[in-house]
């Protein structure tokens, strides 16, 4: 089986492959050949046991897609987008590639099957920025798409089109929102989304930081573990399962920040804990409180989708995967 | 105030047209100049106290959108789209028209308002199409975004980005997700929709109409009439008070076939009734098995949108406006 990540550079797309290097297969299908896509140069993996090539380019890009296609790859994970602070500063920049880039990937697809029949399963990434303020206690799998970013939008635009493309048999689409990514690795970053990783992972490693909102903010998280789960399982699927309704509302954990901090102590002491510090921003606190705090997501869940099972495996997964075990500065 | 018409030739651009034309205003603003845009040359009225002019043009061509909005409109319908069967049967002509030709009208606006600030309102009509099953007994104003054809998504996604180009400050948009018109004047057609008004329209003129569907059919409802009055009143509301979800499901009037015969009785006698003959379509039942039935429209209620008061309104509406007040054959 041939397999395609577009994105592949990007944290989840290198984690990603680096599953499906080590797994060798997606569910019970072997990977002959992976493709990795990106705007940049893409590593690759060393030990895997398929061939692997790499493509740098652009998928707005007039002949990207089209080429990326025209192996016929089997399997696609769509991970490239630009985010959502950038969407939303830089607007054409963000139809163009969040939106435009799809729909050349999507076509693209569909011109392929004109040829002999061609009908990819197909990954998107989508977010839960595709819902918007106000908000039930939980979000369930019937809430309205009233996404607030243009981030939000192009995401909920995609995933309309996947589902038309999928019912008409052109492609055969799972849309998946992926709550917010936790801990995220790497540098601290400005995002207002950031802080929820930085006062974890800045203080497993004896580093400060700073933490702009209350403890009562509550959000909605996976680990990178978990989203690279979801990515391999939303391949696997039986789409038939799935039905019409192809974009999901993915499991998660819902938390406070209070709830994380108990989850730093339990693992690194109060030593750790004494290291994140408060320093209130208003701005911050006013974006993070137009977003989605809680999801019922049955759907996804009799479909098989898991969750990490608390906030300490959230915590536990990070110290495991980017740690190599140890907890301390 | 100058007001743009897209679509103006269709059969609702005719009767705002009208409506336009005998009130002279809009809400308490008066209209100084209309233009009356579509593919096709559009009549214009003999009768409106203020300048008529008429464009022909194709809103997905090149320089079509950009050349309307050149002039400024403060207030643009925009009624322009191919029909469902046609966007089903079509899918790059749908797509192109109903997508692509509402983006270029959107960034016409938002390039013009780069020269100097423009923001007009922009009134978009939608369709319960949006929609797909199942559904609940009522559908609230919270409920998903998942239609099950490619007219349907065309308009959700134009419903996305009217939202998000107002949330920008880009245009001021109001989009309306119309009822399916009753009683729809003219010949009787085949569109499965048709049926609805066939069994009607027909017998009050003293000929046969055919019945494909069963009797406890149940479907969503606005009369031409109504349907006027919601564009003006999307034309004129304060959109402040619509707040960020700029796409309404609006009220209608609920009815069975059963209840539209009852009120075809009751205007026109046994006699009438009689020349429905009953054909059971079994592929007509099913396409009608997939619409919405009924609606909670909470929201469009309080903003003040008012539908017919019943079906019985609904066919005198018909009565009075097509039929100059005479019934039978």
Redesign the interface.
């Known amino acids: 089986m041939h397999t395609l990540i577009i994105g592949a550079a990007g944290m989840i797309g290198r984690k990603l492959t680096a599953r499906l290097a080590a797994d060798g297969a997606i569910g019970s299908r072997g990977i002959t050949r992976l493709t990795l896509a990106d705007v940049v140069e893409t590593p690759t993996p060393a030990n895997a046991g398929f061939a692997v090539d790499t493509v740098t380019g652009d998928l707005s890009s007039a002949g990207v897609a089209a080429s990326l296609v025209s192996a016929r790859p089997d399997v696609i994970f769509d991970l490239a987008s630009i985010v959502s602070g950038d969407a939303e500063a830089n ?1 054409e920049k963000g139809y163009r590639i969040n939106l435009d880039g799809f729909r050349l990937l999507i076509d693209s697809i569909r011109a392929e099957g004109t040829k002999t029949p061609y009908c990819p399963r197909l990954v998107f990434t989508s977010s839960i920025a595709v819902f ?1 303020t106000p908000f ?1 206690a939980k979000i369930s ?8 970013t ?1 981030y939000g ?1 192009q995401k ?2 995609c995933e ?2 996947l ?2 493309y999928s ?2 048999g052109l492609l055969d689409g799972i849309g998946i929102r992926l709550p917010t990514i936790c801990i995220r690795p790497g540098k601290p970053n400005l995002a207002a989304s950031g802080c929820f990783s930085n006062i974890l992972r800045e203080p497993l490693v004896g580093q400060e930081a700073v933490l702009p909102v209350a403890d009562d903010v509550r959000h909605w998280f996976a680990s990178p573990r978990a989203a690279v789960g979801f990515l391999t399982h939303a391949a696997s699927i039986d789409s038939a399962a799935v039905g ?2 192809r974009n999901l509302n993915l499991p998660g954990i819902s938390a406070t920040i209070g709830e994380e901090i108990a989850a730093l102590r339990r693992f690194a002491g109060e030593r750790a804990v004494a290291l994140i510090r408060r320093e209130p921003n208003e701005t911050v606190a006013r974006i993070i409180a137009g977003w989605p705090q809680d999801f019922d997501a049955k759907r996804a869940l009799a479909l098989g989708f898991r969750a990490d099972a608390s906030f300490d495996d959230i915590v536990r997964a990070h110290i495991e995967d980017e740690l190599g075990g140890r907890i301390g500065g």
Chains 1, 2 share one sequence.
């Open positions: 607007m918007g039930p799998d019937e809430f309205l798409l009233a996404p607030l243009s939008t909920a635009i309309l089109l589902a038309d019912r008409r019409s309704r």
